[in-house]
């Protein structure tokens, strides 16, 4: 794995960081800005961001339990993102085009775009069973998105100032042993307030019934009830900073094409 040069972060600097934060963290002169963003779900917590002049693919997954009936998602990007080193979200081996590889927490700069990794547990026993889980925010197309990957433990004070109100939230829903459950997922929907949210991390026909022990989303949008729902008919949602809702918070569930 090729890995960036780690700007700040951790110890002293994290005050820094937090200072960043609190005013925007990422730069707009550093972020491509305008234009329009297409993201699409490769399954689970994986999915490929497109605009800006780059490709942005998170968490590559291995095809077993929960993922045994996806495809696996070999495509090509300029930077891979990876939340933890489990098979679900850290299968990042033979991936198209040898792409720059970031799977720790802290401030990157690759080409003109600014990425934070930002440090979760990834269970509800202070990381003792399934170690951190690397949530990771950056500005593409002048959208500002935050990806949970595979989060379990709460948000605290300190990694809801360093995630700000994001544009776009990629949450996890389905609950089991490292990852939010449909409620833990709105209470972090109510603490970030995106304006959009799409729902990662839950129970589909490609899961192993043997081994698989998430839930579906449909829990989750019921808790959302209030708010704009919208089930997209493909695997892939084309976004511009004009399109997103002005206010509140809307959902988009989109479907993987079996």
Known sequence: MKRRQLIQYGGVSLLTALSAAWLGTIEPSRAQSGGTLQVKWLGHTCFLFSGGGERVLVNPFRTLGCTKGYRLPRVASDLTLISSQLYDEGAAENLPGNPDILFEP??????????????????????RRFGRNVAWRWKQAGIDILHLGGAAGSIGIEEQILMGRPDLLLVPVGGGPKAYDPQEAMQAVRALRP???????????????????????????????????????GD???????????????????????
């Open 106 to 127: 802290g401030v990157y700069e690759i080409g003109t775009t600014q990425f934070q990794g930002i440090s979760l547990d990834h269970d509800r026993v202070g990381g």
């Open 195 to 233: 304006k959009m949210v799409i729902p990662t991390h839950y129970l589909t026909q490609a899961a192993d019934p043997a081994t698989c022990d998430i839930v579906s989303v449909d829990d989750f949008l019921t808790l959302m009830g209030g708010n704009e729902v919208q089930r997209l008919k």
């Open 236 to 258: 892939t949602l084309n976004l511009s900073a004009g399109s997103l809702p002005s206010e509140g918070t809307s959902v988009r569930v989109l479907k993987y094409r079996f």
